[in-house]
């Protein structure tokens, strides 16, 4: 008799250390879920903060756990060999009170979930949720359709508005306050190469709202011809970085007005891009592909120096000149092949078939990354380091700045290991 195999088994990710890792929101922090529970570790300096194993040894998998920055609070997605919670469930996890606090279920498995002390945003495989955070959420809007997959983000950020009425004070900053918004973007159902961007800061519960056909008010953004891959929010909110299934170029938008900030080639030819986070203060991107290689691009630059390459070609006049020579590339990389391989963690296959998390070390100099691999376990850290000018022989093609100008370029070193 012919029968299907089961739902859970054949996914690779079941026979690595974590069945995925994620940062809080201010990279703290990481998360990492196994098919026993879930782990929470410090960053800088590495350390196990808490280590969560369910005692139903039959149902203890868990897909995913995102934190709520540093709080007690976790949202957890069933999953592995033997799943906790079903797929299309979404569990508040407390892990003060250590009970589940809040129970979200819907009509197809969660694909992913952001968090903030206002709302609970959940990525469906063709839809949006938006709840507000509570003991009994409410669901503050209809769904928003989306294209199927689960690229999306969600950030929190502060805006410096004036007041309506100003109160009595002698100092001219009194009529000023901040208000806290939560800024949305994702994938265009109509257009999957378009994003909307919504601000929710004005999202009220609303039983009307709910029921009817109302939308949210969002901007439409024309990033790309091709299906969108990833979308990144820069942590102030004033920019959007995408990129396609191409995996070629990253484009930066204003979530103002939409206009193209930057455009940024990672390569001439096709990649998988799987993880793009931006720097605290939103000045750097760092992106990873599935050739395994970290690139860093300089978005802004405090002191007007932009560090990104360029060709040497880029400011000679051509009649015809290929947009590849008026491209800008990151301001340095380094192939994680290299420097797992050369410590004999990993071999050849083991490491492609790996994905990393990326997060910017907490110190405010945006000098230094985190990188954690899911099926290895491994933690690393690398820093980015500042060269010494050099002169630029003649088969080499990409500089850091114009012709003339001998400015300092960048390295990513690997500064430190540890096998979690």
């Not at 929710?200 to 091709?226: F, G, N, R």
């Not at 750097?284 to 120096?305: N, Y």
């Not at 994680?336 to 990393?356: E, F, I, P, T, V």
Request: proline share 4%; net charge positive; glycine share 6%.
């Amino acid at each position: 008799m012919n029968t299907r195999n089961a739902i859970v088994e054949g996914s690779p990710s079941d026979t690595g250390k974590f069945l995925s890792v994620n940062f809080n929101q201010d990279y703290s922090c990481f998360s990492c879920s196994t098919q026993y529970g879930f782990q929470v570790y410090n960053v800088d300096p590495l350390e196990c903060k808490l280590s969560k194993q369910f005692e139903n040894s039959n149902a203890s998998g868990i897909a995913s756990a995102k934190m709520l920055y540093r709080t007690n609070y976790l949202a957890l997605v069933g999953g592995g060999r033997k799943p906790r919670y079903p797929p299309n469930k979404l569990i508040i996890w407390d892990d003060l009170q250590q009970r589940e606090s809040i129970t979200l279920s819907f009509m197809s498995a969660v694909k992913g979930v952001f968090l903030s002390r206002v709302h609970i945003v959940v990525v469906l495989q063709n839809s949006l949720e938006i709840y507000q955070f509570g003991t009994n959420p409410k669901r503050l809007i209809a769904p928003l359709d989306t294209c199927a997959g689960p690229a999306a983000d969600f950030v929190v950020c502060q805006r410096v508005t004036r007041r309506s009425s100003h109160t009595q004070g002698s100092s001219a900053e009194s009529g000023l306050q901040a208000v806290t918004r939560g800024v949305l973007a994702y994938p265009s159902v109509r257009n999957p190469g378009q994003v909307q961007v919504a601000d929710l800061s004005h999202l009220q519960s609303s039983e009307a709202e709910e029921t009817s056909a109302a939308q949210l008010p969002t901007s439409i953004i024309k990033a790309h011809k091709t299906p969108i891959r990833l979308i990144k929010l820069s942590p102030n909110g004033s920019m959007v970085a995408t990129c396609s299934m191409q995996g070629t170029l990253i484009r930066i938008f204003s979530t103002h007005n939409g206009t193209l900030i930057e455009e940024f080639r990672r390569g001439l030819d096709r990649a998988d891009l799987y993880e793009m986070v931006w720097s605290p203060r939103s000045t750097r991107l760092a992106i990873v592909s599935d050739k395994q290689t970290l690139h860093i691009f300089q978005v802004t630059d405090e002191e007007g120096d932009v560090k990104n390459k360029t060709h040497v070609l880029k400011d000679v006049p051509f009649f015809w000149k290929p947009k590849y020579l008026g491209s800008t590339w990151s301001m340095c990389s380094v192939h994680l092949h290299s420097a797992m391989k050369g410590k004999n963690l990993m071999n050849d296959q083991d490491l492609y078939n790996d994905r990393c998390k990326v997060g910017w070390c907490h110190d405010g100099d945006e000098d230094a990354l985190i990188l954690v691999w899911q099926n290895s376990g491994i933690w690393e850290k690398y820093a980015l380091l500042e060269k010494e000018p050099k002169n630029y022989s003649v088969n080499e093609t990409l500089q850091s700045s114009p012709a003339g100008n001998q400015r300092k370029t960048w390295e990513l070193v690997r500064e430190s290991w540890r096998k979690l």
